[in-house]
């Protein structure tokens, strides 16, 4: 199609629109930003009825590459190698993009409107007016984890326990909620509460993705590449990601970008915490023989029940299969002195040997899991949940059986 003259163009001569609209020229080519709301059919008009003008040569989205293709391919989850998942250390972050993808459909079917339909208006009409889609969001993962490691430890539990609460809650989605998600996408919506009082969330969520989305802007899309690009974005972005836009950005925006990417590694602390532990209870199993043998085996044998029964006793509450449990019993007060592997591991390992995902469970992953007994239903989530579960029977059976051991050791006499 022939790309009308852009050069004289602001916001006064496009279409009226629903949401807030800037024009802004960095050197030789124009941005113009449209705020919309996620949940909104005027918003996906307004997408359409500006890129039907025919004057954007571009087309930018805030979605990052995984979101973009879960939209093309809503069972994008089956292409997944779910002992991989476990492997890499990802389970966690599936599990919250699922629960945020619940909270997602429960909108939908309340509403009536599918959340992002502005962004899939987007997609449809770049392809068919064969104009460039530039995805400029950052990846969820890492803005989960930055998230995860930029909020101090205690909060950590409070946060992601309101996460799976607000999106497993089987009562309908409240006006309020669905007004949020006018503002920001699902992450905003689901912590806004938290991101107003708290500054170590608002970064990550907010203040560092409109930074990034203006890096990659000025990477995929510097002045000169193309004349005028229409950036497609939530409203609560607007303002921050054009005020990035004119202020001067770096040379090479790849490396600024890069950094905004990287997920902080665990402090030197917490990285040495389940080394010490097991050095700790070691100890504590050397001093108990060195005073006496049956003391010895006493610590032994009370580590050794602590874990394997707290490990095991969650996955029954995720419903393992009874293999599953037996192999999480004797596992745990193993893998506990082992920070190289995690009972989680072992459990959801076996339980994908004895119960391997059928294809109809990851067609239905995504409907299955907006209810709360869904996540025990669907073979997939189960096994998250048996990770998640063993996880933490194990963790908390390492904490108890340890202070029993030094409990012990403190009151025998030397």
Request: charged share 20%; proline share 5%.
């Amino acid at each position: 199609m022939s790309l009308t003259d852009s050069s004289n163009i602001d916001s006064n001569t496009l279409p009226a629109t629903s949401g807030p609209l800037k024009t802004l020229t960095v050197g030789s080519t124009q941005y113009t930003l449209l705020g919309t709301a996620h949940v909104s059919a005027e918003s996906a008009e307004d997408v359409t009825r500006l890129i039907n003008t025919g004057v954007f040569d571009a087309i930018a989205i805030e979605l990052c590459d995984a979101r973009h293709h879960n939209m093309a391919n809503p069972d994008a989850m089956g292409e997944q190698d779910l002992f991989q998942v476990f492997r890499q250390g990802k389970a966690g972050m599936v599990a919250a993009s699922l629960a945020l993808g619940a909270f997602q459909q429960r909108i939908a079917e309340q509403s009536g409107i599918e959340p992002g339909a502005e962004m899939r208006a987007a997609v449809e009409q770049a392809q068919g007016h064969e104009l460039p889609l530039l995805l400029i969001d950052r990846d969820v993962g890492i803005t989960l984890k930055r998230i995860y490691r930029n909020v101090p430890w205690w909060q950590r539990f409070s946060l992601f326990s309101g996460l799976l609460g607000s999106v497993l809650s089987r009562q309908d989605v409240s006006h309020e909620d669905i007004e949020k998600l006018k503002e920001g996408d699902m992450l905003e919506a689901t912590f806004s509460e938290f991101a107003a009082q708290s500054e170590a969330l608002y970064t990550p969520l907010i203040r560092e993705r409109d930074r990034y989305m203006a890096l990659r802007l000025a990477e995929d899309a510097p002045p000169g590449r193309y004349q005028h690009v229409l950036v497609v974005l939530g409203a609560g972005h607007l303002k921050g990601t054009a005020e990035h836009l004119e202020s001067p950005l770096p040379e090479q925006p790849s490396t600024e970008r890069q950094t905004l990417e990287h997920s902080p590694p665990p402090g030197k602390f917490w990285k040495l915490l389940p080394w010490m532990i097991t050095a700790l209870v070691l100890t504590g199993f050397a001093i108990g023989f060195s005073r006496n043998t049956d003391l010895g085996w006493q610590l032994v044998l009370e580590w050794f029940l602590i874990n394997g029964v707290l490990s095991g006793a969650a996955t029954i509450a995720a419903l393992a299969h009874p293999v599953t449990v037996i192999a999480t019993f004797f596992a745990a007060p193993l893998t506990s002195l082992n920070p190289t592997i995690g009972a989680g591991f072992v459990a959801a390992g076996v339980e994908l040997f004895m119960r391997k995902p059928k294809v109809r469970d990851f067609s239905t992953l995504r409907h299955d899991v907006t209810q709360l007994k869904g996540w025990w239903k669907n073979r997939v989530s189960r096994t998250l949940l048996v990770f998640i579960m063993a996880t933490l029977g194990s963790a908390a059976g390492t904490w108890i059986a340890g202070f029993r051991i030094a409990g012990t050791l403190f009151g025998q006499p030397a």
